[in-house]
């Protein structure tokens, strides 16, 4: 085993992270250090500072990285408008890299030589995590207990507190949840339970947290008007807005219509397929506006080859890839074209879904002159079609000449 003098540890102050700190201890016979992300996931994390402490926790981060989790990596993914196999909004995927960001600030702030995570061994999350901690310093020694300890369930991490007098509530611990969460400011995940079956509905509202079903959503729709300046939100019905607030008010009111539910079977880096369900209000109204004046805004043939880029931008986001040379020379090309995409989009929320009823810019390509049915005065000429077409069938017509059938 390597010698590890002092290891940077994820911890939420849960059980898993719990049982971790007590296990570096005693494995590795190394200091630790434990850092706590808030993200937005709804929950107090000045708690873990308490639970740390009580384990002889000597250097404690609890950050806020709400604000630059939103602006440095929500906002440039959804100037991609990326979507995983056609569904998923990633939400889980791009919350990595930051932790993993600042795990290896931690790391070289207090001169550890190892960083650990509660990730398990059949995850993703174990890849995302330990792909941009190489990415950003090479040398690091990485610790994943799930693949290294033999501690296989819940009651044995429960057993391990017991025994070496970890802080846990044991009440709260005992009443296990059905479902597996990940929270953060763009999404909410749940995984395990019944939903291991993939015919069985996830009807169980008290599953679901942050949004209403669609038919008990409002009878009356919401409209909303979103202003962008070069791909991002800047406000809100008129109101400026960080990009930690928009996304939190576009959760709340995305929620209260019931938007942005989604239950998909997906395909995990690792090999297996996995389902989940997931609430993802604000994340589905930003990437249907962001379509919308993108659709005003931008050249066709730009618009076009951003499409055909998307999907392999969002799996390099889901696989972990984010700190790679491919997907910045992506987003190189992306934030280039979204100089351009500056103005309005209005939308109507109504019973889970997300309607676009007004876009406006002044960067706009829409001209009403040529597009108009009525007299355009010569703006455009009818004739001209003529030759496009027969150019564009040339290729064909010499095939069909030569005998070769379609039919």
């Known amino acids: 085993m390597s010698s590890v003098n002092k290891v940077v540890l994820a911890y939420s102050g849960g059980l898993d992270t719990s049982v971790i700190v007590k296990w570096l201890q005693e494995t590795y016979d190394c200091e630790v250090v434990t850092f706590t992300a808030d993200i937005g996931q709804g929950e107090e994390v000045e708690p873990a500072r308490a639970k740390a402490e009580a384990m002889g926790i ?35 995927s791009i ?48 610790i994943a207990p799930w693949r290294e300890w033999d501690l296989s369930s819940r009651e044995s991490l429960m057993a391990y507190c017991e025994k070496h007098d970890i802080p846990v509530d044991f009440a709260n611990a005992k009443k296990k949840s059905p479902y597996s969460m990940d929270a953060n400011l763009l999404h909410i995940s749940y995984e395990g339970g019944n939903l291991e079956d993939p015919w069985w509905e996830a009807a169980d509202e008290e599953m679901w947290r942050w949004s209403v079903a669609p038919e008990a959503a409002p009878d009356q729709p919401t409209y909303i008007e979103l202003s962008y300046k070069r791909g991002d939100i800047v406000a809100i019905d008129g109101k400026a807005m960080s990009p930690a607030e928009v996304l939190t008010y576009l959760n709340k009111v995305g929620g209260e219509n019931g938007i942005g539910r989604l239950d998909i079977v997906e395909n995990r880096y690792v090999g297996m397929k996995s389902r989940g369900c997931y609430e993802t209000p604000g994340g589905t109204i930003m990437l249907k506006a962001h379509r919308a004046i993108e659709s005003l805004t931008l050249d066709r043939e730009v618009a076009h080859l951003k499409d055909e880029m998307m999907p392999k931008y969002a799996e390099m986001v889901y696989n972990g890839y984010w700190w790679s040379p491919e997907r910045k020379m992506l987003q190189t090309a992306i934030d280039e074209s979204q100089e351009v995409v500056n103005g309005d989009v209005r939308l109507k929320l109504y019973k889970g879904g997300v309607h676009v009823v007004g876009r406006r810019s002044e960067d706009s390509l829409f001209d009403e002159k040529i597009a108009t049915f009525e007299d355009d005065d010569g703006a455009y000429d009818q004739q001209d079609a003529e030759g496009f077409i027969k150019l564009n ?14 039919l």
Request: charged share 30%; glycine share 10%.
């Open 58 to 92: 000597k250097e404690i981060y609890i950050d806020d990285l709400r604000e630059e989790f939103v602006r440095d990596f929500v906002y440039p993914m959804f100037r991609a408008n990326a979507i995983y196999e056609g569904e998923y909004l990633l939400g889980t």
């Open 95 to 142: 919350a990595r890299p930051l932790i993993a960001k600042r795990l290896i600030e931690i790391a070289n702030e207090t001169g550890a030589d190892a960083i650990s995570h509660g990730a398990t061994g059949k995850g993703n999350d174990q890849v995302r995590f330990e792909l941009g901690a190489y990415a950003l310093k090479p040398g690091v020694q990485v």
């Open 393 to 406: 069938a040339l290729r064909m017509r010499i095939a069909a000449n030569k005998g070769r059938k379609l």
